[in-house]
């Protein structure tokens, strides 16, 4: 390439000092943890791990760890899983009939507090558009209580969060599936190989690249649920939806223990952080060839 | 033969599925536009006998400082992340630079890191600026956040542009910046709208900063008032969903027109395919 190094700083800098002030809040972060900071009135006494054996000893925090990892299992799978099979579907059908695809994107253009406050009403157990829909087909339904029931109410919201994402997923598996090579497809065709088989032992293998970015994405995803949490049960019923961002905000800005909350920070920071760096690295493989 | 019946089952699990997918934002226009009898009566999926188009004035009075807020904001904010972005964008893709994989690496990291961590360190950043409950603060602040997402997607846009176009252009004397002004940018125009609407319904979409980071309504962004319109108006389902029907006609009249953008920044975003 033809141009001067020193040119390019003009054009890295400013991107470089924000990205700068990003890392040095996350520094903050990691050192706020460790100190008995409560309160407005900033005190950086040390107090070393403390924080953290405070958060450890609280069951409400395992609690909010627990729902974090429920959210990872139940959202990840079947919002990849249909995503690839709608994916594998469309790519099927004539070109002219893929507009039907937009139908289950335009939900991510829609921000979690207007998907919270629709899901909130469907799920309401008096006045919710799902039981009056079961009560008009004679069904009882004073047992389904949904996001007000404390075992099921978690599973109602990532239900929700599902329904948002599903667009997601089939766009990077349509976009994986579109890069295959088709021969193997055709030569499965001519065998006579059953469509089941053709997507998850031909095809599915090969789309590797899509199931890491959308299992990782939704992961992530996972982490940062907290406006979900907030619109439709505010953690409720008891603490049975709160979820570790949640927790946080509650520690820092309800009861002001700023240094128990910059501790939930770090520990949000380990949690995503085993998640985004094996994927930033293969990022970054994928970038330089 | 077998082909066909296989593309008629495609296409009802689809037109199915894409039924459900539709249902809740039917019941929900629906809804917002009926009286509270109608609502009490629980007929969600019959239309309203007269449109009230009362829910919509009742709700928007509530609703409009914060859109104006939420407009206030997000625009600036999503022009500066595309800017700076791009400039970056430029700078990884078409210069040879050592440290280039390191701070795209870092870039990366910080595009996907959930920022839900930063908040505490953002108010006291903000609070030692004196920027608490203010435009330029949030603007501030959703620039830090999203121009590293505005950075991997100009990026992965650029590209795609040839590199002869650049040696050749350098041969020819043209100053980089020149290049970018007059030939890159015009020729990643998709990727830029694509990168400009991604970080703008992010921005625009975003609660708990707009929540934690403003007092009164005045600055305070739509979402935040959306989430309290539904404390506030409790079982007037109406209300609360031509609220939720004003706050998301922006993106998604931006979705609608420009899809196959959204869809290729998705892409760029989170694929590079």
């Not at chain 1, 004539?94 to 937009?102: G, H």
């Not at chain 2, 176009?165 to 910046?177: H, I, M, N, T």
């Amino acid at each position: 390439m033809k141009y001067k190094k020193i040119e390019g700083l003009f054009y890295l800098t400013p991107v470089v000092i924000i990205v700068g002030v990003l890392y040095s809040m996350i520094i903050w972060d990691i050192v706020a943890a460790f100190t008995g900071w409560e309160g407005l009135k900033a005190t950086w006494k040390f107090v070393g791990f403390s924080n953290f054996l405070k958060l450890f000893q609280m069951r409400r925090f395992w609690v909010n760890v627990k729902n974090n990892f429920i959210w990872l299992f139940v959202f990840i799978v079947p919002t990849s899983l249909l995503g690839y099979v709608l994916a594998y579907l469309f790519m099927n059908i004539k070109k002219s009939e893929r507009i039907l695809r937009q139908l289950f994107l335009y939900p991510m253009a829609l921000s979690f507090i207007v998907t919270g406050t629709l899901w909130a009403w469907m799920y309401d157990p008096s006045s919710g558009l799902i039981n009056a829909i079961l009560k008009s087909i004679g069904i009882n339904t004073s047992k389904f209580g949904w996001i007000a029931n404390p075992k099921g109410a978690i599973y109602c919201m990532i239900f929700a969060a599902f329904w948002q994402y599903l667009g997601f997923s089939l766009v990077i598996y349509s976009g994986a599936i579109r890069g295959i090579n088709f021969d193997m497809v055709e030569a499965a065709n001519i065998d006579g190989a059953g469509h089941l088989r053709i997507m998850f032992q031909i095809i599915f293998p090969n789309v590797g690249h899509g199931t890491l970015l959308t299992t990782t994405m939704l992961a992530i995803t996972t982490m940062k649920v907290f406006d979900l949490v907030w619109v439709m049960t505010h953690g409720g019923p008891g603490i049975k939806t709160e979820v570790l961002p949640f927790f946080m905000y509650r520690i820092t800005f309800s009861q002001r223990h700023i240094g128990m909350g910059a501790a939930t920070s770090v520990i949000i920071l380990i949690l995503s952080g085993g998640i985004i760096i094996p994927y930033s690295l293969w990022a970054l493989k994928k970038w330089i060839s | 033969m077998k082909s066909n019946t296989f593309k008629f089952t495609a296409i009802f699990i689809i037109v199915v599925l894409a039924i459900l997918w539709l249902l809740p934002v039917y019941a929900m226009l629906t809804t917002s536009l009926k009286n509270q009898e109608e609502v009490a009566k629980q007929e969600y999926i019959k239309l309203p006998k007269v449109p009230q188009i009362q829910n919509y004035i009742k709700a928007f009075k509530i609703l409009k400082t914060g859109l104006k807020n939420s407009i206030i904001i997000s625009i600036p904010a999503t022009i500066i992340c595309v800017f700076f972005g791009s400039l970056a964008g430029f700078y990884l893709t078409m210069f040879e630079f050592k440290l280039s994989r390191i701070v795209f690496f870092w870039i990366v990291v910080a595009t996907f890191l959930p920022y839900q961590i930063v908040l505490i360190p953002i108010t006291q950043y903000l609070s030692w600026l004196h920027l608490l409950d203010s435009y330029i603060g949030l603007i501030l602040i959703y620039v830090i956040l999203n121009v590293p997402m505005g950075t991997l997607i100009t990026a992965t846009f650029f590209m795609k542009v040839p590199s002869d176009f650049q040696e050749a252009a350098s041969l020819d004397g043209c100053k980089s910046f020149t290049f970018y002004r007059r030939i890159l940018i015009p020729l990643s125009l998709p990727g830029l709208v694509s990168s400009a609407i991604l970080v703008f319904i992010q921005i625009y979409n975003e609660f708990l900063l707009a929540l934690a980071l403003t007092r009164g309504p005045r600055v305070k962004p739509v979402m935040p008032v959306l989430a309290e319109l539904k404390g506030t108006q409790i079982a007037q389902w109406h209300i609360q969903m031509a609220g939720a029907v004003i706050t998301s006609i922006i993106p998604l009249i931006i979705f609608i027109i420009l899809s196959e953008y959204f869809v290729s920044g998705l892409m760029a975003g989170y694929g590079k395919e």
